[in-house]
Nanobody, 122 residues
Framework: QVQLVESGGGLVQAGGSLRLSCAAS????????MGWFRQAPGKEREFVAA????????YYGDSVKGRFAISRDNAKNTQYLQMNSLKPEDTAVYYC???????????????WGQGTQVTVSS
């Protein structure tokens, strides 16, 4: 019903920046709270950031506060994750997620993308 497609991943040097994009299908993107998660090999999936559907309030995981910024462009059905001051420990597969009328504080998202690899070299 709803498809999410991430892009923008790649290889970057420590201290550098990268911007991820997530393109969503459908006509109701503006009613979805959107989020980003990441997962490194052998580790649990980790919450990165979220942006609420109506207020635009943002939420961040402790490990990325002050370095990452989530945003959205409802006219383009796209959300973004701007990643600055990247560290090797940011290396992971990054997943886009969406939840209709989500609070922004929950972790129970309904739709998920396929993921995009981010690798940060030291």
């Amino acid at each position: 019903q709803v498809q999410l497609v991430e892009s923008g991943g790649g290889l970057v040097q420590a201290g550098g920046s990268l911007r991820l994009s997530c393109a969503a299908s459908g006509r109701t993107f503006s009613s979805y709270t959107m989020g980003w998660f990441r997962q490194a090999p052998g580790k649990e999936r980790e919450f990165v950031a979220a942006i609420k559907w109506n207020s635009g309030s943002t939420y961040y995981g402790d490990s990325v506060k002050g370095r990452f910024a989530i945003s959205r462009d409802n006219a383009k059905n796209t959300q973004y994750l701007q990643m600055n001051s990247l560290k090797p420990e940011d290396t992971a597969v990054y997943y886009c997620a969406g939840k209709l009328y989500g609070s922004g504080r929950g972790r129970d998202y309904d739709y998920w993308g396929q993921g995009t690899q981010v690798t940060v070299s030291s």
